[in-house]
């Protein structure tokens, strides 16, 4: 089993950077895709992006691609989210997500159905 913890969340202005890490809390021998999240006060949590075990295979939401990186260091078992150009519409709640796939390094998902393991959360506010 994976346990999750987000950290380097805050309050930054518009136009500033933050970022998040998604560390696992204790070592695990299996691959695993990560995927980050948000979910804004009153909204749906939705796709922000997602990377595979191997670090090869990166995805976006279109409302953050080339303002965001997501990143990993295995042997650090962390997971990065570094934000640039930070808007206000940002603002949310940001999770990270990860799914075992021990047989595949390529492996990513936008869908949150897709994953088994959430960290609790990491607040992030953007103030205009």
């Known amino acids: 089993q994976v346990q999750l913890v987000e950290s380097g969340g805050g309050l930054v202005q518009a136009g500033g950077s933050l970022r998040l890490s998604c560390a696992a809390s204790?070592?695990?021998?299996?691959?695993?895709?990560v995927g980050w999240f948000r979910q804004a006060p009153g909204k749906a949590r939705e796709f922000v992006a997602a990377?595979?075990?191997?670090?090869?295979?990166?995805y976006y939401a279109n409302s953050v691609k080339g303002r965001f990186t997501i990143s990993r260091d295995n042997a650090k078992n962390t997971v990065y989210l570094q934000m640039n150009s930070l808007k206000p519409e940002d603002t949310a709640v940001y999770y990270c997500?990860?799914?075992?796939?021990?047989?595949?390094?390529?492996?990513?998902?936008?869908?949150?159905?897709?994953?088994?393991?959430w960290g609790q959360g990491t607040q992030v506010t953007v103030s205009s």
């Open positions: 997500a990860a799914k075992e796939t021990p047989y595949s390094g390529s492996y990513y998902s936008i869908r949150e159905s897709d994953y088994d393991y």
């Open positions: 204790r070592r695990t021998s299996s691959r695993y895709a």
């Open positions: 990377i595979s075990w191997r670090g090869g295979n990166t």
